[in-house]
């Protein structure tokens, strides 16, 4: 059974940082191409970042020189690193996992975690 597993979400203020990471089991976890999405209340879920098994790593526009995904294969754990926070970053942050090239969509993602909330105050 494949489980992922956020952690790190949390309440910052603006200007803050948080780590956020997911750990994964029952995954090829090196083969795996990993993401991070989020969703603001009311709003539709949104790429955040992207990594693939490598290390090659893709960003939304609104996040890049603030956020840095990352992975540990040896940990089977995939990490967020969110600097420079901003009230509209408040969201739940989910990460996923795709068995198959390299994406940014959600439909794309075979597994997915059950998210952490991420809280910005102004």
């Known amino acids: 059974q494949v489980t992922l597993m956020e952690s790190g979400g949390g309440s910052v203020e603006t200007g803050g940082s948080l780590k956020l990471s997911c750990t994964t089991h029952?995954?090829?976890?090196?083969?795996?191409?990993m993401g991070w999405f989020r969703q603001a209340p009311g709003k539709e879920r949104d790429w955040v970042a992207a990594?693939?098994?490598?290390?090659?790593?893709s960003n939304a526009d609104s996040v890049k020189g603030r956020f840095t995904i990352s992975r540990d294969n040896a940990k089977n754990t995939l990490y967020l690193q969110m600097n420079s926070l901003k009230p509209e970053d408040t969201a739940m942050y989910y990460c996923?996992?795709?068995?198959?090239?390299?994406?940014?969509?959600?439909?794309?993602?075979?597994?997915w975690g059950k998210g952490t909330l991420v809280t910005i105050s102004s």
């Open positions: 990594i693939d098994g490598v290390g090659g790593t």
């Open positions: 996923a996992a795709r068995r198959g090239g390299f994406s940014c969509r959600d439909y794309d993602m075979d597994f």
């Open positions: 029952g995954l090829v976890f090196k083969n795996n191409n």
